[in-house]
């Protein structure tokens, strides 16, 4: 998040650490929310190099921040798709479009956001920097809970893309969806119906 303040041009950086955490980027000042426990949240399903952020929005009037993201991972099939702890980016920007503009290619053999994805499993450099090119336009990462529900803050009306991989069956599967907030509660489900294949 850059805040950007009144009374001068520099900008304030700060970097979250989790739902109850913030460091204030070249400031060596960390915010804690009071009554926090100190628990480590690691985003073990997400690709290497992804930060486990929850989505954010400034204090206020829900009316005037725009609408809340319902998020759902589910299944036809029960049992094709581990729908708890799935880590869903939430961009401001087509994921394929921020990663060609990081620097990263398609190929005969795939497309840029396939072969991000196959660079993460595969532990290549190309992972660090799609996610760096990611990060640009993450408004924050949600993970779903034990029935496959997620939920954004209020969010201001705008597209969002959601982006998310995982397997479904024994097929290594993502999807990249977009979702149009119009300043009222909104809702999108991830299945195999609109999920695109890595391999």
């Known amino acids: 998040m850059?805040?950007?303040?009144?009374?001068?041009?520099?900008?304030?950086?700060?970097?979250?650490?989790?739902?109850?955490?913030?460091?204030?980027s070249g400031q060596d000042c960390v915010l804690v929310r009071a009554g926090a426990t100190s628990t480590g949240a690691a985003a073990t399903q997400s690709a290497p190099g992804?930060?486990?952020?929850?989505?954010?929005?400034?204090?206020?009037?829900?009316?005037?921040?725009?609408?809340?993201?319902?998020?759902?991972?589910?299944?036809?099939?029960?049992?094709?798709?581990?729908?708890?702890?799935?880590?869903?980016?939430?961009?401001?920007?087509?994921?394929?479009?921020?990663?060609?503009?990081?620097g990263l290619q398609s190929t005969p053999d795939g497309t840029v956001l396939q072969n991000w994805?196959?660079?993460?499993?595969?532990?290549?450099?190309?992972?660090?920097?799609?996610?760096?090119?990611?990060k640009i336009?993450?408004?924050?990462?949600?993970t779903t809970d034990a029935t496959?529900?997620?939920?954004?803050?209020?969010?201001?009306?705008?597209?969002y893309w959601i982006f998310c991989d995982g397997k479904v069956g024994t097929r290594h599967m993502m999807w990249n969806q977009p979702v149009d907030l119009k300043g009222g509660p909104a809702s999108l489900t991830l299945d195999e119906r609109n999920a695109m294949p890595v391999d």
């Open 2 to 24: 850059v805040v950007v303040p009144k009374s001068t041009f520099k900008l304030m950086v700060f970097d979250f650490d989790g739902p109850n955490r913030i460091n204030w």
């Open 137 to 142: 336009y993450t408004i924050g990462i949600a």
């Open 117 to 134: 994805v196959r660079a993460c499993r595969s532990r290549l450099p190309a992972c660090q920097q799609g996610a760096k090119a990611l």
């Open 148 to 159: 496959g529900h997620a939920q954004s803050p209020p969010l201001p009306a705008a597209r």
């Open 50 to 102: 992804a930060r486990e952020t929850q989505a954010t929005a400034p204090a206020g009037d829900a009316k005037q921040l725009g609408s809340v993201l319902s998020l759902s991972v589910s299944s036809k099939t029960p049992g094709s798709i581990n729908v708890s702890g799935r880590i869903l980016w939430v961009l401001s920007k087509d994921a394929q479009v921020a990663l060609i503009e990081g």
